[in-house]
């Protein structure tokens, strides 16, 4: 296989990769200012789509613009969730250099998209894929391309034949527990694999570890009679968040986009380690319509408020902290990594940021609780593990060399390709 990465590569963000010229893994976008494209002209036979975050899946839409409609294979919940992100960067940036496609393009995506479950071999442009669990959001897979035309089964394994090749793209993938969703588990054979690596030089406390102090934090500050404003991420956090609260005991609000995610999520239960629980969690919620001034007054009261956006960037986040921020009893509780410029970021370091074109200083508390969704070092290696005899490339981070690297010190065959590099595997 000739594998040539248009984004993603020693970067986070814009993840796509071609297979021969055919076939397309992702086709994200980063939302930086300028935003971040793949690069390359490029016109697939078909696109396999890893899970619904924008930087995976945000500019599959501008694929549908021209010709045939080459088939855009992802798991439902995956479907779900990169229609309403290609909506919601219409409604907010349409007809600007922030939406590389129309709306008649996103109409055309429905049409082209075909939808499979986990462990479900399809056909896409001559190839055999195979979709497992990635444990990152709800239908976040790795994807399996095996391009053999004869295979033998042992076992519970499926291996190929000399001179066949079985690449497998992680996606982003997590090990570890959360309540959404269930850890990546499933190791397939693979020739070679393309492997992310977001969090190569991080541990992560234990998930345990993490919601108890969530827990604590939050619970405390509203007995001192505060409120708490939990800026989450509408895919994943939000849903997170939920759970934890109501594992809790702690009443909350839920605004923003993520209400409507998680109208989504429920309807592929399939796809949830538990989805009693969400239905419990969002039963006990209080969802925020927006009208007549309302978030003004929960700003007001003394309770919790999760909302979007997850690095303060927009959403309803723009009313609540500058609602909440004169007081040092109310808390802004951030719920995941902040990236550079962005307004979370700013918050954290400096103690203001700039919220609807204005810098505030903020009086309130700022915490950061990492809920990750990713692999860490540790979840990386223990993964990559199942593969030491396997070519390893690794992508989607900011420091894919030293990973690389350390990788070939325990012993791998690693390497980090480049923006634009064509490798054969």
């Known amino acids: 296989m000739e594998v040539t990465f248009l984004g993603g590569a020693d970067e986070i963000g814009r993840s796509a990769v071609l297979v021969d010229d055919s076939l397309l893994l992702d086709y994200g976008m980063a939302s930086e200012s300028p935003p971040q494209y793949p690069v390359g002209d490029v ?3 078909a696109v396999v789509v890893s899970h619904g975050h924008l930087d995976h899946a945000g500019a599959v839409p501008a694929l549908m613009g021209s010709g045939d409609l080459p088939p855009v294979h992802w798991t439902p919940p995956t479907r779900e969730l990169a229609t309403t992100l290609a909506e919601d960067t ?16 996103v109409r055309r995506l429905t049409q082209a998209s075909v939808t499979h479950g986990y462990g479900e071999p399809f056909e896409a442009a001559g190839y055999e894929v195979t979709f497992f669990n990635a444990g990152h959001i709800p239908g976040s897979a790795h994807v399996l391309v095996d391009d053999s035309e004869v295979r033998r089964t042992s076992g519970n394994r499926t291996q190929s034949d000399d001179g066949d090749t079985r690449l497998l793209y992680t996606g982003d993938f997590h090990t570890g527990d959360q309540r959404l969703v269930a850890p990546s588990t499933a190791r397939p054979d693979a020739d070679a694999v393309i492997c992310e690596s977001t969090y190569s030089d991080v541990t992560h406390e234990a998930r345990d570890t993490v919601e108890q102090r969530f827990a604590e934090s939050v619970k405390q500050t509203v007995w001192e009679g505060g409120t708490v404003v939990v ?6 956090r939000t849903q997170e968040a939920m759970l934890v609260c109501a594992a809790n005991d702690i009443d909350c609000y839920v605004d923003g986009m993520g209400q409507r995610v998680t109208k989504q999520l429920k309807r592929h239960p399939e796809f949830l380690r538990d989805a009693d629980a969400l239905r419990g969690a ?3 919620a209080r969802f925020v319509t927006g009208g007549d001034g309302q978030r003004e007054r929960i700003a007001q009261q003394n309770t919790v408020i999760i909302t979007t956006s997850g690095m303060l960037n927009g959403g309803p986040a723009m009313t609540y902290v500058p609602a909440v921020r004169h007081h040092p009893t109310n808390k802004v ?12 970021r700013q918050l954290l370091d400096t103690g203001s940021a700039e919220l609807d074109g204005r810098v505030m200083p903020v009086s309130a508390q700022v915490e950061l609780h990492e809920f990750s969704a990713h692999a860490d070092r540790d979840g990386l290696l223990g993964f ?3 593969y030491r005899d396997t070519p390893v490339l690794a992508v989607h981070g900011d420091r894919t060399a030293a990973f690389a690297e350390e990788l070939r010190g325990e012993g791998f065959e690693a390497s980090a390709p480049t923006l634009g590099e064509t490798v054969t595997v």
């Open 43 to 45: 016109n697939p036979d």
């Open 333 to 344: 509780a951030l719920t995941g990594y902040q990236v550079e410029g962005t307004p979370g």
């Open 90 to 105: 219409l409604k907010l940036h349409g007809s600007t250099p922030r939406c590389p496609f129309t709306d008649t393009d």
């Open 384 to 386: 990559l593990e199942s």
């Open 282 to 284: 969002t039963s006990s």
């Open 231 to 236: 800026p989450a991420f509408a895919i994943g």
